[in-house]
């Protein structure tokens, strides 16, 4: 349950105030890079513990095939943005 609750904050934290960060360091785009997700996080001081939740909100779908086909335990792209859906 604990997991839950966590999880549901950080997402929250990526859903409303990354993107401020994103904008204010890269200006405002539809999407961003990888690199650029990661190190606003770092930056702002965000738990990286669900960065993949953050890559589904802020990339392509393309750039996320590449990291998928880097990392072949990340969950689907479609899979991870119904679950954000679900979430909010």
């Known amino acids: 349950m ?3 609750i966590k999880k549901r904050t950080i997402l929250k934290s990526y859903a409303r105030q990354l993107p401020l960060f994103l904008k204010k360091s890269y200006g405002k785009h539809k ?3 990888e690199e650029e997700i990661r190190a ?4 702002a001081g965000f738990d990286n513990s669900f960065i993949e939740y953050a890559h589904a ?3 392509s779908r393309t750039e996320f095939g ?3 086909h880097k990392n072949k335990d990340l969950e689907d792209y479609d899979t991870l943005r119904k679950e954000i859906a679900n979430f909010f």
């Open 2 to 4: 604990f997991n839950w």
């Open 31 to 33: 999407r961003y890079l």
């Open 66 to 68: 590449g990291l998928k």
């Open 57 to 59: 909100m802020f990339i």
């Open 40 to 43: 606003s996080i770092q930056q």
